[in-house]
């Protein structure tokens, strides 16, 4: 958090979130149900407040969260490599250990990881069945190859254009303009590509820190 405005922003979410979970805990202590889904914040460091809900079966997830930073990235990641170190050596470990976090997955019956260093650490917590997935993929019926719309005559197939051979490769970027996010090597991805002359439109979509360099 860099400015008081984001830790205020922060602090009112916790509070929000933690109301909403008095409240959803309340409901269920009165209702059973057959499944319970309980779609987290988005980090297993939270735990589930849920064990105590009764139902056929308790879906918790899609979580991340533990994951470890690859050594070779670090130096991309600028200002956050340093934390990024104590990160994957210290916090991300003790998670494993985390008594009070282990309880809360007891009555967990399905887990949701979006990578396996989170799927290895919540099967180390205790949960019996733990699933790896993509929580943000794209349908694959909406993913058109070349090949298909050459056959159709087309530049597009069900209303939906379709890059040709001769097009700029478009890519997107998407997330928080901050070092640990990787935006260096984007940049640097960018600049190879641009180097090689090979042609592309990188769409950058987010706000952060690292605006003016980017810009």
């Given at each position: 958090?860099?400015?008081?405005?984001?830790?205020?922003?922060?602090?009112?979410?916790?509070?929000?979130?933690?109301?909403?979970?008095?409240?959803?805990?309340?409901?269920?202590?009165?209702?059973?149900?057959?499944?319970?889904?309980?779609?987290?914040?988005?980090?297993?460091?939270?735990?589930?407040?849920?064990?105590?809900?009764?139902?056929?079966?308790?879906?918790?997830?899609?979580?991340?969260?533990?994951?470890?930073?690859?050594?070779?990235?670090?130096?991309?990641?600028?200002?956050?490599?340093?934390?990024?170190?104590?990160?994957?050596?210290?916090?991300?470990?003790?998670?494993?250990?985390?008594?009070?976090?282990?309880?809360?997955?007891?009555?967990?019956?399905?887990?949701?990881?979006?990578?396996?260093?989170?799927?290895?650490l919540m099967t180390k917590l205790g949960v019996r069945d733990v699933t790896v997935m993509l929580a943000d993929g794209i349908d694959s019926d909406d993913v058109v190859g070349i090949d298909e719309a050459s056959r159709a005559g087309v530049g597009g197939?069900?209303?939906?254009?379709?890059?040709?051979?001769?097009?700029?490769?478009?890519?997107?970027?998407?997330?928080?303009?901050?070092?640990?996010?990787?935006?260096?090597?984007?940049?640097?991805?960018?600049?190879?590509?641009?180097?090689?002359?090979?042609?592309?439109?990188?769409?950058?979509?987010?706000?952060?820190?690292?605006?003016?360099?980017?810009?």
């Amino acid at each position: 958090i860099s400015s008081p405005d984001g830790l205020s922003a922060m602090m009112s979410f916790h509070r929000s979130n933690q109301a909403w979970i008095d409240e959803a805990s309340a409901y269920l202590s009165d209702h059973t149900f057959d499944v319970v889904h309980h779609v987290s914040g988005g980090s297993v460091q939270g735990g589930s407040p849920l064990r105590d809900v009764k139902a056929g079966a308790v879906v918790f997830g899609p979580v991340g969260g533990g994951q470890r930073a690859p050594w070779r990235s670090i130096p991309y990641l600028g200002g956050s490599g340093g934390s990024e170190i104590v990160r994957s050596l210290l916090w991300a470990p003790a998670l494993g250990r985390r008594g009070k976090l282990s309880r809360s997955f007891e009555n967990i019956d399905l887990a949701l990881a979006t990578n396996s260093d989170t799927a290895t650490l919540m099967t180390k917590l205790g949960v019996r069945d733990v699933t790896v997935m993509l929580a943000d993929g794209i349908d694959s019926d909406d993913v058109v190859g070349i090949d298909e719309a050459s056959r159709a005559g087309v530049g597009g197939v069900g209303g939906r254009r379709v890059r040709r051979p001769s097009d700029p490769l478009r890519l997107t970027w998407i997330g928080r303009l901050a070092p640990r996010k990787g935006v260096r090597t984007m940049l640097q991805t960018a600049s190879e590509l641009h180097r090689r002359r090979f042609p592309f439109v990188l769409d950058i979509i987010g706000d952060g820190d690292m605006m003016p360099e980017v810009r």
